[in-house]
Structure formats: C-alpha cells, structure tokens
C-alpha cells in the first residue's frame, strides 16, 4: 500500500531562518497527489499546497515545495519562517483509487523568536 | 468554505461503555473520513464511505463501526470503548479523485478512563 514518510518529529528554527522539512513516499500507482496540511494549535488540519505535476514548484503562503518523482520526495521549504509558522506539519498522498489521503507521522515546526 | 462539524469535542468515557462520535458536513461531498490522531502515528484512517448507506474499513477499524445514515452524517461508534480508544478523532469530507482535498472538521477528543 501506499506510505508516506516524515523523519523529523520536531524541527526548531529560529525567526527569520530558512526551513525545510522532509517527506519521501512510496505508491504503487502512477495517478497520484501530494499534499502538505497544516495543523495549528487546537485547529483542524488544513490544506498548505498540493501537486501532481513531476519537478513544478508549488507555492501557497510563502512555502513551497517540488514533487521529485526520481526519489520519491516532496519536502516543503520556507525561505524565512516567522513565528506564526509554528504548527504541526502532514505530508500525504493520494492515489488515483482516490478514496483516501495517507498521511506521514507529521513534524512539528517550532519557531523561536 | 467547506463546513465539516463534529460533537461532542470533548468526552469523556468509561471503560466498557459506548460513545457515539457524530460528524454533519454541507460540502454535499460524496466522501466521509474519520481519522484518529496520536502523537508518533500521526492521522490514520478508521473508517470511511462513499455516499449514504456505505461503510468501509480503513486501516485501523478495530474496536470502531461507522454509520452513514445520509449524504451529510457520518458516526463512529466505539459499542466497547477501551483506555487504548483514547485519542482525538477527526471527521473528514472530500470528492473522489486524487487531485481533491479533504475538508476536516475540529475534532473531538476522548478519553477513556
């Protein structure tokens, strides 16, 4: 089946650095998407960016990330974070069956001011 | 804004007994999810369906059931909740197709004592 894989549990950034967190997957299917949610404190997990398209930069609230299907990554990536960054990341995907998001064990991003 | 709403947000249960996790969503998205989350395992799926009437076993359907009574109610059912139940518990909604996301609600935390 389908896995996504996040490494870092917690990722400590000070203000204004830049920051990248890792997501590799593994699909049997060719139909796919990723996506990366955010989940603030005691809030919903909501939709940061998604892609389907191999080697195209997608960019929403100053992330960005690049699906690379040639090793199976799609890690998001922040130039400068800022303090209201700071919040639980999921990485997912979802196959062209379609019924289902998988998602990674999440990273929590803590910025310090 | 798709609207996904949960109750209760909070319970409390004793072991043993029976708790009902209600999920309304007005998105008329054919798509019902419920995922639990937990530190280290991140969002894994219980149940989820595919329009009224239907229910499917997600990875983890052990100990739960799940209702679709109408396109916009979907509840998960714990008949014996156990201490191991304890968990915040996300309802999700979303079209069919890999490219579409899921639209979360809340969440309802619960602990089992």
């Known amino acids: 089946g389908d896995s996504v894989t996040q490494t870092e549990g917690l990722v400590t950034v000070t203000e204004g650095l830049p920051v990248m967190l890792n997501c590799t997957y593994q699909t049997a299917y060719s139909d796919v998407a990723f996506f990366w949610y955010v989940q603030y404190l005691n809030e919903a997990p909501k939709l940061l960016l998604r892609s389907s398209t191999d080697n195209k930069r997608t960019e929403h609230q100053g992330f960005h990330a690049t699906l690379h299907k040639s090793s199976s990554s799609f890690h998001l990536q922040k130039s400068s974070v800022q303090l209201s960054d700071s919040a639980l990341y999921y990485c997912?995907?979802?196959?062209?069956?379609?019924?289902?998001?998988?998602f990674g064990t999440g990273t929590s991003l803590l910025v310090d001011p | 804004e798709a609207a996904v709403t949960q109750s209760p947000r909070n319970k409390v249960a004793v072991t043993g007994g029976k708790v009902t996790l209600s999920c309304n969503q007005t998105?008329?998205?054919?798509?019902m999810y419920w995922y639990r989350q937990d530190t280290g395992h991140g969002l894994r799926l219980i149940h989820y369906s595919y329009g009224a009437g239907s229910t499917e076993k997600g990875d983890i359907p052990d100990g739960y059931k799940a209702s679709r009574p109408s396109q916009e109610n979907f509840s998960l059912i714990l008949e014996l909740a156990t201490p191991s139940q304890t968990s915040v518990y996300f309802c999700a909604s979303g079209e069919q197709g890999s490219g579409n996301t899921l639209y979360f609600g809340e969440g309802s935390r619960l602990i089992v004592v």
């Open positions: 998105n008329n998205h054919n798509n």
């Open positions: 997912a995907l979802r196959s062209n069956m379609g019924y289902k998001l998988t």
